[in-house]
């Protein structure tokens, strides 16, 4: 039986003078030219070459770099050239024996410390699901204390916290000391301590590094360490909203708006930034009329529901100081949607 016509919609690349087919085409990666091979005409030009690349640049060269292009990018976490050669783990019992010595010669202590807590911040930051950006700079910040020996004596978990939680806020995803207790299983109180020794520590030595570098006539690297402020209520609504299912953009900017003018109300403004959080997205939720109950906004927020009863109480008391009517499209507050305090 016949097969049915079927159109050919393959581009093939022929001779527009000898018109062959199936074309005889050269590619000379030399002059990086495509040629007919029957009368020498020029089809295309700039040929990649894809053949692999065995030539080496190193003798040409009058420095000790070898400029050719082998291997894999060098990663600033880590120290030493990383272009040691490892021995795969055989089969046979000699393939094994031959890995594990070569191991021990070549075993880095340093190296190794360094990647097992790489993977400590990984595994910590993963657990949240947070950014590879928030986990990069917390490797990042481990490295630049270990580098300088610091904190000798302090457990690794302890600095790994302090890391993860300045990290947090350098990316501008801050988290609460509870939230780095649950994560690390590290004290509160020791977190602060840690906190304020590596901020202490960081601001001294990115200081140091810029009169170094301003004697040298050096530009101040782009990583220069950065004090972080303290967490505003504003910084943890997002989340919160996120958490609770709402995600509407609205949602998120009158609770915002809200929680500023909470901070800086006199009585109001002394409360934590976790209390004004979630008093600020409890009121929303009711004059946006998508209520949330105190007991699921404390589930997320990690304060309990009389925290929040006893903070919306003082909002609503001074409800019509807090809120705006531009806040709303048409520019008339919804009083009645707001529950008793």
């Keep these: 039986m016949d097969e049915p016509f079927v159109q050919n919609l393959n581009l093939t690349a022929i001779c527009k003078d000898c018109k062959e087919v199936p074309p005889n085409l050269v590619e000379e990666f030399s002059s990086g030219d495509l040629v007919c091979g029957s009368c020498g005409l020029v089809i295309g030009d700039r040929i990649v070459d894809t053949r ?39 089969e046979n019992k000699l393939g094994r024996d031959l890995h594990r010595a ?12 360094l990647l ?5 911040i990984g595994a910590h930051c993963d ?56 994560m690390t299983k590290v004290s509160k109180k020791e977190i602060g301590r840690i906190f304020k020794a590596l901020e202490k520590f960081f601001a001294e030595d990115s ?45 998120t900017i009158v609770a915002q708006a809200l929680a500023k003018k909470v901070a800086d109300h006199g009585d109001l403004g002394g409360r934590s930034p976790l209390s004004i959080a979630a008093s600020s997205i409890f009121m929303t939720s009711y004059l946006l009329n998508n209520p949330r109950t105190p007991k699921e906004i404390s589930a997320v927020a990690g304060v309990s529901d009389s925290t929040i009863r006893n903070a919306y109480k003082q909002m609503h008391a001074e409800r ?22």
């Design 52 to 90: 692999s690349e065995w030539r080496t640049f190193a003798n040409d060269d009058q420095g000790t770099d070898d400029p050719s292009r082998v291997g894999d990018a060098a990663n600033p976490l880590l120290n030493g050239s990383q272009l040691s050669t490892s021995i795969a783990f055989g």
């Design 102 to 113: 070569h191991g021990k010669v070549n075993a880095d202590k340093a190296t190794k410390s």
């Design 116 to 120: 097992a807590a790489y993977k400590e």
């Design 127 to 182: 657990s949240v699901n947070m950014s590879k950006n928030v986990s990069d700079t917390a490797k990042h910040l481990y490295k630049r204390v270990d580098d300088a020996k610091a904190f000798k004596g302090k457990s690794l978990d302890v600095i790994i916290s302090g890391c993860i939680f300045i990290a947090c806020r350098q990316c501008k995803v801050p988290r609460t000391f509870r939230e780095v207790f649950a």
């Design 207 to 251: 200081a140091k590094n810029q009169v170094a570098n301003k004697a040298e006539g050096h530009i101040a690297p782009p990583d220069t360490y950065k004090v972080t402020t303290a967490t505003e209520a504003s910084e943890l609504i997002v989340r919160f909203n996120s958490q609770i299912g709402l995600r509407e953009n609205r949602f």
């Design 320 to 341: 019509e100081t807090l809120i705006e009517a531009s806040w709303f499209k048409d520019g008339v507050i919804p009083w009645d949607l707001l529950p008793a305090a």
